[in-house]
């Protein structure tokens, strides 16, 4: 194996050992855009924390990038998150998985413009 493969090895098995035992002391992770958004708009911190490492996990599957993204990517990654979740009240018991890539797929690729 060449030396990049070994370090990706490496990393991506760091990454999913911290998310299961994020996962493993937190519970189940938010299945639906409802229980995601509840997190989000918690008073309590470890839920806060817990719904943007969920969504920061979602963001580097989504991409395929190993590497976190710098707080200020994550601060726009989230928040573009939630104002898709609360845009789109009707589709919130859907999957929050299936949501965040909406939300992504969107944040990257918005719609065109109209012209009126």
């Not at 817990?50 to 990654?77: D, W």
Request: charged share 25%; hydrophobic share 35%; with cysteine.
């Amino acid at each position: 194996m060449k030396w990049d493969a070994i370090m990706k090895t490496r990393i991506l098995t760091l990454i999913l050992t911290y998310l299961l035992c994020g996962i493993a002391l937190a519970g189940q992770p938010p299945k639906t855009g409802r229980e995601l958004l509840a997190k989000m708009n918690s008073k309590s911190t470890s839920d806060q924390e817990y719904a943007l490492a969920f969504v920061s996990g979602v963001y580097a599957a989504h991409t395929g990038n190993l590497l976190s993204p710098t707080s200020e990517e994550l601060k726009k990654i989230v928040k573009s998150a939630k104002e898709y979740l609360e845009a789109n009240p009707k589709k919130l018991d859907q999957s929050s998985g299936k949501l965040l890539k909406e939300s992504f797929d969107k944040a990257v690729s918005p719609e065109p413009t109209r012209k009126k």
